[in-house]
Every structure is written in structure tokens, then in C-alpha cells.
């Protein structure tokens, strides 16, 4: 079953699972009188580690629930960082994103407005893809078009526009 969960995925074993269900099953083979408390360890060890290996790769196609940080951190990136900050578009990703997190804060928005917000940045985003070609940007945005409503594939998508954005701190 971990083989099967590791395929796929170039992530190797973070958690080190297999390290965990070979202790574990070493465990089970000697189990005698006391030795059930070491098994009963072993197996807690498992099963979190297990948890930790699932939980990143549901975590791998985007977390919904950080799509509120996705949207500081893409107006702090269009305040901070000067080449974004004097853009014409600045001022204006600023706003929308401020209006985002205080819809959200206010509890008059909901996450399932992330979508018609990415829309609204697009000019932005494509007024930065122009402006700065060193970033390589078109990979992703269009990453970020083939994403469609799914919140999650969006907030992932996001996130990685935001770190090609985030290379540009300390750039001069």
C-alpha cells in the first residue's frame, strides 16, 4: 500500500514510512509477553507517519484553506517589491486584493469568490508577464488558466505564481 501511495509522486519518503512498517513488522514477528508495548509503539509510529505522508500529498494539489494567504501575500508582493509596486496595475491589485480579505474578515465573502479575484488580477499579472520576460511567467499563468473553479488547483496554481513573484525580492 505505501508503494502504491509513493507512486506517481517525486517526493520520495519525507515521513519515512517505510522505515516506520519495516520497525513494524519486525516488531509484530518477536512479539512475546512485554514486547506488546514496543509493538503497540511501532504502530502509533506508523499510522502517524502515514497521516504526515497522506496529508502532504492531499496537500500537493492545493489547500483551500490557504487561499486567504495567497491573497496578503500577492498584495504585500505588489506593495513591497518596487518593480511590482510601480506597475500600473499596482495600485489596482492592491485594492482588489484588500477587498478580498476584508469580504472574507467581514464574513460577506466566501472562498468560492477566489476565482472571479484571480479573473480580476489577470490584467495585473499579464501587465507584469510583459513587463518583466526574465521571469518566464507564461508556464504560470497558464497553469493558473487550466486550473478552472477547482479552488484547491486554483490556490496551488496561485501559490506558484506567487513564488515566481517572490524571486523578484531584493532584485535590484
Known sequence: MLAELRKGHELGDPFGTARSRAEFVRRVNVVRGTAVDNLLVAHIDL??????????????EGDPSDILQNVRWH????ADV?????LKSARET????DEFVRSIERRE??????PGLLERLRKGLDETAQTLPRLRFAG??????EA????????????????????LQGAA
Not at 504560470?140 to 488558466?145: H, I
Open 47 to 60: 499510522l502517524n507517519r502515514l497521516d504526515s505522508f497522506l496529508t502532504m500529498l492531499q496537500l500537493e
Open 75 to 78: 498584495r504585500e508582493l505588489y
Open 82 to 86: 518596487n518593480v511590482l509596486s510601480e
Open 94 to 97: 492592491r485594492k482588489l486584493c
Open 109 to 114: 465573502g466566501r472562498y468560492a469568490d477566489f
Open 140 to 145: 504560470d499563468l497558464r497553469r493558473l488558466d
Open 148 to 167: 478552472g473553479d477547482s479552488l484547491a488547483a486554483l490556490q496551488r496554481a496561485h501559490r506558484g505564481v506567487l513564488l515566481k513573484l517572490s524571486t
